[in-house]
């Protein structure tokens, strides 16, 4: 398997423009996280879908961003007008189920996208 | 909310020892651990369900103390490729929610 794979790996944006950043999941994965990592805040979970369902968007900074999962092997994230605030790298990471505490607790992370709003 | 890590962060020899300790306010439902090399992702160690589970990887292994809300990993004899920054998290009960510790950078020098 490639394990998850996000694209781009990069991306240069300038303030107030539209950013979609794109994950695929490993097959057969019935989670998909998106986290946000930055030196202040650490690794932030985003938001999380079970079988494409969005189940906790909480950590959703703001109106802003937005995610959805069209299908079991994709899922984007976007974000709508950017902020240099929002220069982060996000990370898209995927898992079986096998209910809480199980040990398919392994979440695998894909490389990231390094976002930098200017 | 966020699990407490200390130290923040680590200089070894090659072949010290070290512990990296993971503290939660909230009752912890288990606890993983993770690894980050720079300019990478996190990369999945261990986790550990029980109060009073202890698990070993290679050198690395980790302990839980679920009575007291602390995970300690520990590293023995470490090796260059320790280096990176470790992150402990658990998940909310009842949930598929993760939240990660604050995270501790090791180094490892030769």
């Known amino acids: 398997d490639a394990g998850v794979i996000q694209s781009p790996r990069h991306e240069v944006t300038e303030m107030g423009q539209e950013v979609t950043l794109r994950c695929k999941p490993i097959s057969g994965h019935d989670y998909l996280f998106w986290y946000r990592q930055t030196m202040m805040r650490g690794l932030e979970l985003l938001i999380y879908?079970?079988?494409?369902?969005?189940?906790?968007d909480s950590g959703m900074p703001e109106d802003r961003f937005s995610a959805k999962m069209p299908n079991a092997s994709f899922s984007t994230l976007k974000i709508q007008p950017s902020e240099p605030r929002d220069s982060a790298v996000y990370f898209c990471?995927?898992?079986?189920?096998?209910?809480?505490?199980?040990?398919?607790?392994?979440?695998?992370f894909g490389p990231g996208t390094r976002l930098t709003v200017l | 909310q966020q699990p407490v890590q200390s130290p923040q962060a680590v200089i070894l020899r090659e072949g010290e020892d070290a512990v990296i300790n993971c503290s939660s306010s909230?009752?912890?439902?288990?606890v993983h651990w993770y690894r980050q090399k720079h300019g990478e992702a996190p990369v999945f160690l261990m986790i550990l369900l029980k109060g009073g589970e202890q698990k070993g990887h290679d050198k690395i292994s980790a302990s839980f103390n679920e009575k007291k809300q602390q995970s300690s990993l520990y590293l023995t004899a470490s090796q260059l490729s320790y280096s990176g920054t470790y992150f402990c998290?658990?998940?909310?009960?009842?949930?598929?929610?993760?939240?990660f510790g604050t995270g501790t950078r090791l180094k490892v020098l030769a």
């Open positions: 990471a995927s898992r079986l189920a096998g209910g809480p505490g199980s040990s398919y607790n392994e979440q695998f």
């Open positions: 879908f079970n079988n494409n369902v969005p189940i906790d």
């Open positions: 909230k009752a912890l439902y288990s």
């Open positions: 998290g658990t998940e909310i009960a009842g949930t598929y929610k993760y939240i």
